[in-house]
Each structure stands twice: as structure tokens, then as C-alpha cells.
């Protein structure tokens, strides 16, 4: 074992694209990397800040799901 990180427990996924435009490989993500976040809506609304006359606006997770 002369790896390092051979001891380690958990694993990233594999990426995509280089700096600013690095992001996780869909294809190589499931259920064990926690890509699933069922009570997301509800956090939202407890934690989403309130508009104002001068923010933008506002798009509710609701809605951006059903943008897509």
C-alpha cells in the first residue's frame, strides 16, 4: 500500500472539464454518492431568504424543476 489515498474510505466521482468548468461525471454518480436530497423543497422554504422590491427575481425549486 504505498498509495496514500488507498487507505481512504469514500471516493469522489469522476469529473468533467478542467477549472472553472470542472464538475462531477453524471454518468459516474449514484444513491451512495448522496446525489438524491428528497427534503430539499422543504429545507428551502425554511432557510430561503425573503425578496425585496430591489432582488431579482426569485425562482422557487419548484419551479425550477419544472423548467427542465
Sequence with gaps: MTDPL???T???P???G???LSRYDPQDMDEE???EF???AELWEKVK???DEHS???ITPDELSSAS
Design 6 to 8: 488507498d487507505k481512504a
Design 10 to 12: 469514500s471516493r469522489a
Design 14 to 16: 469522476a469529473t468533467l
Design 18 to 20: 478542467e477549472g472553472c
Design 33 to 35: 454518492d448522496g446525489t
Design 38 to 40: 428528497p427534503g430539499a
Design 49 to 51: 431568504p425573503e425578496p
Design 56 to 58: 431579482a427575481s426569485s
